[in-house]
């Protein structure tokens, strides 16, 4: 079983800067970030591997940058949103998709509020 936990999020005006951070247990390989906004449906925002390649969504190229952290047992992997828009608003999931096993694991969500 692997646990994520996240931190960050917010409130932040138009332009602003927020970082989103989530760290999993175990042997992981790729994790990365979705967000569901209001009445639309959850969508990619960016993932990284276990190898550091990266891919963002059209939508935040060149705003958003997707890092991570190899510890011994965990992994932290964070989301650095800078310019951030109106339109960027929404509940942002982390998950986890652990080596050797299928199953990919979510975090709870955390809330990100751009405001014009």
């Known amino acids: 079983q692997v646990q994520l936990v996240e931190s960050g999020g917010g409130l932040v005006q138009a332009g602003g800067s927020l970082r989103l951070s989530c760290a999993a247990s175990g042997s992981i390989n790729t994790m990365g970030w979705h967000r569901q906004a209001p009445g639309k449906q959850r969508e990619l925002v960016a993932l990284i591997t276990s190898g550091g390649r990266t891919v963002y969504a059209d939508s935040v190229k060149g705003r958003f940058t997707i890092s991570r952290d190899n510890a011994k047992n965990t992994v932290t992997v964070y989301l650095q949103m800078n310019s951030l828009k109106p339109e960027d608003t929404a509940v942002y999931y982390c998950?986890?998709?652990?080596?050797?096993?299928?199953?990919?694991?979510w975090g709870q969500g955390t809330q990100v509020t751009v405001s014009s």
């Open positions: 998950y986890a998709d652990p080596d050797f096993t299928i199953t990919r694991y």
